[in-house]
């Protein structure tokens, strides 16, 4: 489950007019609210997330590098998502009963990325790219290796660790002059997963978020598949 995607929120300038460099430190609670993931069902949890940003200054203003670690853990279920991701023992094994208590799970994950951001009027528009590495384990991944040994197979995303690239894009609008009422965002990300030869998937969630010019934050993401991952923290600049 390490590689179950997590907001992971990029925030604009505190000012779109500042040309200088700047440092943002933030720190994220996340709520894990998923109906469905990929052979999973009814997933919840939380965890958080640490983040630092980078926007440099003058000439280079519109450059920004950033990094973020987070940690999250919650329970689950077996199920089958679609059907050719199911072979037909495991199917059968759902169909009587399987197992119908609920496992748990952890997951590590850490992201580079680097990009770029514009501020035109009271308007901002970004786009980054990098590299995301995560790790995961517990009950769940435990019992999925004990229904392997058995020969029950059945498709997953990762090993328990693994690196996947990650491409994001936001819009969004300071609310009053330089953002004096803060800001609203909507990104997008893009992450492919092509861990082992069990699964190869696009991932495509969209978060919206407010920005307070106090430093808080929250909002919520939308998953491609079917969940939401709701966050809130505190952001501070330097």
Same mark, same amino acid.
């Given at each position: 489950?390490?590689?179950?995607?997590?907001?992971?929120?990029?925030?604009?300038?505190? +000012?779109?007019?500042?040309?200088? +460099?700047?440092?943002?430190?933030? =720190?994220?609670?996340?709520?894990?609210?998923? $109906?469905?993931?990929?052979?999973?069902?009814?997933? @919840?949890?939380?965890?958080?997330?640490?983040?630092?940003?980078? %926007?440099?200054?003058?000439?280079?203003?519109?450059?920004?590098?950033?990094? %973020? =670690?987070?940690?999250?853990?919650? *329970?689950?279920?077996?199920?089958?998502?679609?059907? $050719?991701?199911? +072979?037909?023992?495991?199917?059968?094994?759902?169909?009587?009963?399987?197992?119908? *208590? !609920?496992? !748990?799970?952890? +997951?590590?994950?850490?992201?580079?990325?680097?990009?770029?951001?514009?501020?035109?009027?009271?308007?901002?528009?970004?786009?980054?790219?990098?590299?995301?590495? #995560?790790?995961?384990?517990?009950? #769940?991944?435990?019992?999925?290796?004990?229904?392997?040994?058995?020969?029950?197979?059945?498709?997953? @995303?990762?090993?328990?660790?693994?690196?996947?690239?990650?491409?994001?894009?936001?819009?969004? !609008?300071?609310?009053?002059?330089?953002?004096?009422?803060?800001?609203? !965002?909507?990104?997008?990300?893009?992450? *492919?997963?092509?861990?082992?030869? $069990?699964?190869?998937?696009? @991932?495509?969630?969209?978060?919206?978020?407010?920005? %307070?010019?106090?430093?808080?934050?929250?909002?919520?993401?939308?998953?491609?598949?079917?969940?939401?991952? =709701? #966050?809130?923290?505190?952001?501070?600049?330097?």
């Amino acid at each position: 489950m390490g590689s179950l995607p997590t907001p992971i929120v990029h925030q604009a300038r505190s +000012a779109p007019d500042s040309k200088q +460099a700047e440092f943002q430190l933030s =720190v994220d609670g996340v709520g894990l609210l998923h $109906e469905s993931w990929f052979n999973t069902d009814q997933i @919840y949890g939380g965890g958080g997330i640490v983040g630092g940003s980078f %926007h440099f200054g003058g000439i280079a203003s519109p450059l920004f590098i950033s990094t %973020h =670690v987070g940690g999250f853990g919650g *329970k689950l279920n077996f199920a089958c998502d679609k059907k $050719e991701n199911c +072979a037909d023992d495991y199917s059968y094994w759902l169909s009587n009963g399987g197992d119908e *208590k !609920s496992h !748990s799970f952890w +997951a590590l994950q850490e992201q580079l990325t680097v990009g770029a951001e514009f501020h035109p009027f009271n308007v901002f528009l970004g786009f980054g790219g990098g590299m995301r590495a #995560f790790q995961g384990g517990g009950d #769940f991944d435990d019992r999925r290796s004990e229904l392997e040994d058995n020969q029950m197979h059945v498709k997953n @995303y990762d090993d328990g660790y693994g690196f996947s690239p990650v491409v994001s894009l936001w819009l969004g !609008s300071y609310i009053g002059q330089n953002g004096k009422y803060g800001g609203l !965002s909507f990104q997008f990300d893009w992450t *492919k997963e092509d861990i082992n030869d $069990e699964a190869n998937t696009t @991932y495509i969630p969209i978060t919206f978020s407010y920005f %307070h010019p106090t430093g808080f934050r929250g909002g919520v993401t939308l998953a491609s598949l079917k969940g939401a991952e =709701v #966050f809130i923290g505190k952001t501070f600049s330097f």
